[in-house]
Nanobody, 115 residues
Framework: QVQLVESGGGLVQVGGSLRLSCTAP????????MGWYRQAPGKQRELVAS???????NYVDSVKGRFTISRDNAKNTVYLQMNSLKPEDTAVYYC?????????WGQGTQVTVSS
């Protein structure tokens, strides 16, 4: 069982920044997809950003130009740098890692953007 460890959430004012981190234990061998999802109250979980093993990235339209996803394969860690935060970014953020075609989720970290 792969336990993902998330950190970096918190309370920030509109326009502020946060950096989320998610580390998967063990080797990065077999790790392909790494991504961040979010779920706001009363809404479905949505994919915010993802990064493949080759480095290609994908973002939901609402965060393009504000969020940046990156990964450190040596540390088996994925990051989400979030800038110019808006109240609508408030949600629980979950990381997801796919290793040898199996998906693993983090426990979730709360991000709250106050106006």
């Amino acid at each position: 069982q792969v336990q993902l460890v998330e950190s970096g959430g918190g309370l920030v004012q509109v326009g502020g920044s946060l950096r989320l981190s998610c580390t998967a234990p063990g080797s990065s061998v077999g790790v392909n997809f790494m991504g961040w999802y979010r779920q706001a109250p009363g809404k479905q979980r949505e994919l915010v950003a993802s990064i493949a093993s080759g480095g290609s990235t994908n973002y939901v339209d609402s965060v393009k130009g504000r969020f940046t996803i990156s990964r450190d394969n040596a540390k088996n860690t994925v990051y989400l740098q979030m800038n110019s935060l808006k109240p609508e970014d408030t949600a629980v953020y979950y990381c997801k890692v796919t290793k040898f075609a199996r998906a693993y989720w983090g426990q979730g970290t709360q991000v709250t953007v106050s106006s």
